[in-house]
């Protein structure tokens, strides 16, 4: 097989037409594009992606949809060559009517008074017709329910779009249809992907225990503890439901990361001439067992060695002294 690859194929520009309320600023930076400060911008134009080219245009979509053109359309892609092998790409976009809200109601509520409901729906008659907006409504109302513990519960915004008014512009009701489910508790927590760190390092920052009403508010802020220890990279609570309706198990997934340094630098002063440095550190450290990790610990080792002067440093934190919340810093 004989292969004659060619160039490889990149993007030259991307332009947007058709739209006549909409500023093609506004479409163009919906599209992944590298940003304007980015040196590595100014040398060399984007790779050619279909899957990439496809994915923009649904963004452009989403843009016109997010400002009320609910009707919007975007063609396919038109592609032009250039000699050099790059290409022009251009998206032509048909924006429809603008639609405003209309009406809006909720159906469905029955565990809690509908006015506590109706206080979470920030949208107003008169208003651009949002999708972003709506959608936002609608997982506030859900999100009420989750953090009392109806984790089942869904909420649907119903559209009803009616004809133009006095303006020309569409008139859009929306309704939330509320579907409530059963209140659940925490059976069993388990926490799944720590290979390093100990597990009841991970418990003790935990806000939700089992017995407790399955609150999505509660495991949120247990996944931001666990984050602000530096031992991950992601950390997602998820329920995992089995025979029983009112009841379902709490699983942390934790994906761990580095979290130890080694610097060694040197440089020259007046006093010194010649100066050395280094620093060893461990973020989940563990003084117990071997290899010494996934405690929880601190530990830092700092020298500096000159002609004249040598320094150096030990640093040992224990966040959770005797398993309580007291921090025992010794230096």
Request: with cysteine; net charge neutral.
């Amino acid at each position: 097989l004989d292969v004659n690859e060619g160039n490889r194929a990149t993007i030259r520009s991307v332009a947007v037409t058709g739209n006549k309320h909409i500023p093609s600023a506004v479409l163009k930076d919906a599209v992944r594009q590298s940003a304007w400060w980015n040196p590595l911008a100014w040398f060399q134009n984007e790779k050619f992606d279909r899957d990439q080219i496809e994915a923009d245009r649904i963004a452009i979509r989403s843009a016109c949809v997010s400002r009320g053109y609910l009707d919007a359309e975007v063609g396919e892609p038109e592609l032009a060559r250039r000699r050099s092998g790059s290409y022009d790409v251009s998206y032509k976009v048909k924006e429809g009517r603008l639609y405003r809200i209309g009406g809006v109601s909720i159906r469905g509520v029955t565990l809690f008074p509908e006015i506590e409901l109706v206080r979470l729906i920030a949208l107003r008659k008169g208003a651009v017709a949002s999708l972003d907006e709506i959608s936002r409504t609608a997982e506030a109302i859900r999100k009420y329910y989750t953090d009392c513990g109806y984790i089942r519960s869904t909420v649907k915004p119903v559209f009803d779009p009616r004809g133009d008014d006095v303006s020309g512009e569409g008139v859009l009701d929306v309704a939330f249809v509320v579907t409530e489910g059963g209140l659940v508790h925490v059976r069993n927590i388990y926490v799944k992907g720590n290979a390093m760190t100990k597990d009841h390092v991970i418990r003790r920052e935990l806000t939700i225990f089992p017995g407790d009403v399955f609150a999505e508010g509660n495991v949120k802020h247990s996944e931001r503890r666990l984050v602000n220890l530096g031992y991950f990279s992601r950390v997602a609570g998820h329920p995992e439901f089995f025979g029983q309706q009112d009841r379902a198990d709490l699983v942390f997934d934790v994906e761990e990361q580095r979290t130890g340094t080694i610097m060694v630098g040197g440089g020259f002063s007046s006093v010194d001439n010649f100066v050395g440095t280094f620093e060893i550190s461990e973020g989940n450290f563990d003084i117990g067992s071997w290899p010494p990790k996934g405690g929880g610990q601190n530990l830092r080792l700092f020298g500096q060695v000159g002609s004249r002067t040598t320094q150096g440093s030990i640093s040992f934190a224990e966040p959770w002294f005797l398993d309580r919340r007291l921090r025992l810093v010794l230096d």
